[in-house]
């Protein structure tokens, strides 16, 4: 490294300025609030753990995408988290042992080996909450419905919902008797969209199974509410678990009708989001100027039993920076005092008064008469004849 690109940071990993950084903090401090307006309770995570129990239950995706180390004291590998999910499931399985329900919340960076899209940063600050020992569709309206509302408490007019519900999927596959590889081919037909494709493959593959038609149907049931009812005609003869996961999205998409008449909201049923370890319900929020989900979140019942205590949960997390940036400020920067330099012994005495009055005072040097832009400061306090006064810049 040269000394002129020692400033430089690697590839998709950035730094928040002061201006940013403050309404970045003013969001992440309402956004805690409403979590725990809504009874969820602050956790704070390590940075790294014992990739033993960072990297279970979230598939394969999670263990690209997170940086590994060798622990110098133990000799065993660590991970530096790529979600904090993993680790609320262990603190909820095996630090609190809660009985009954479980609500958690958090803040905090993660760190990716590779951005997730061409422009997006390696290293978020991701805020989110987890739910768990409640396996019941209230608790999944609960999710969906915080979601919603921290969207909103990020001034976030245009609320985009994508929802879906991969057990309806998982039933199909199982009606069908699909092997592991049918299923991994069939399951990268969907996410490509690859209607033609998807016809051919099973014409080929289940000309003679009852599912066929059902899965040549996937794909084409996405839009509004309404296509769900188009849905329970299409899938009237499927497995009842998938008309039972039907009726859920049913009754999900009523409530947030009710709740949030502002919210788009758009059903996929071919939407397989974190099928690898979702079980049930799952979203994803957009909003218009950003190329890649704002939020994601969903049913994962699983995720727990390895730590010796399996609970179902379903949370979201969301990338509080993308959403700052989405949004319009919604405060100002603070105003503040500026404190001519002054050798008189009670200037301390005044400055440490106003901050204990909750005003910001920046301490001029004694070169300083007046203050700099950047120290955004409206009133300067002045010392005369032993007596310091306050007056408008």
Not at 71 to 78: A, C, E, P, V, Y
């Amino acid at each position: 490294m040269t000394q002129v690109d020692r400033w430089m940071l690697p590839d998709g990993i950035e730094e928040i300025l002061p201006e940013e950084a403050h309404h970045i903090e003013a969001l992440r401090r309402r956004v805690l609030d409403l979590f725990q307006r809504w009874g969820y309770d602050l956790i704070i995570p390590s940075m790294a753990e014992f990739t033993d129990s960072l990297l279970i239950g979230l598939g394969q995706d999670l263990d690209l995408q997170t940086f590994k180390v060798t622990d110098q004291l133990s000799g065993r590998s660590l991970g530096i988290r790529a979600d904090i999910t993993p680790q609320a499931a262990r603190i909820d399985a095996h630090s609190l042992r809660r009985e009954g329900i479980n609500r958690l919340c958090y803040a905090g960076h993660v760190l990716y080996t590779r951005p997730k899209s061409a422009l997006a940063s390696r290293n978020p600050l991701q805020v989110g909450v987890e739910l768990f020992g409640d396996d019941s569709l209230e608790a999944d309206i609960e999710v969906v419905s915080l979601l919603l509302s921290t969207l909103k408490e990020a001034d976030l007019a245009d609320l985009h919902i994508d929802l879906g519900h991969v057990g309806i999927f998982r039933a199909l596959a199982s009606e069908a008797a699909l092997s592991a590889a049918q299923e991994k081919e069939f399951f990268d037909l969907l996410q490509a969209k690859a209607m033609a494709d998807i016809t051919r493959w099973v014409d080929t593959n289940l000309a003679a199974s009852p599912a066929a038609p059902w899965l040549k149907a996937l794909p084409k049931l996405a839009g509004s509410a309404s296509v769900l009812g188009e849905a329970k005609d299409v899938f009237a003869n499927a497995p009842s678990s998938v008309r039972k996961a039907l009726d859920e999205l049913i009754i999900l998409a009523e409530t947030l009708a009710e709740r949030y008449p502002q919210a788009h909201l758009y059903f996929d049923l071919s939407e397989l989001r974190g099928y690898h370890y979702h079980t049930g319900i799952v979203f994803a929020a957009f909003s218009a100027g950003a190329g890649e989900a704002i939020a994601t979140g969903g049913r994962y019942d699983h995720i727990g039993e390895v730590f010796g205590r399996a609970r179902s949960a379903t949370g979201f997390n969301a990338n509080l920076v993308a959403l700052k940036r989405l949004a319009q400020p919604s405060c100002d920067l603070p105003q503040g005092i500026f404190a001519v330099h002054s050798a008189h012994p009670t200037q301390w005495q005044a400055v440490e008064a106003l901050r204990n009055q909750g005003e910001r005072v920046v301490c001029g040097a004694s070169w300083q008469t007046q203050p700099k832009d950047y120290q955004v400061c409206d009133r300067i306090l002045v010392e005369r004849d032993g007596v310091f006064e306050l007056e408008d810049l």
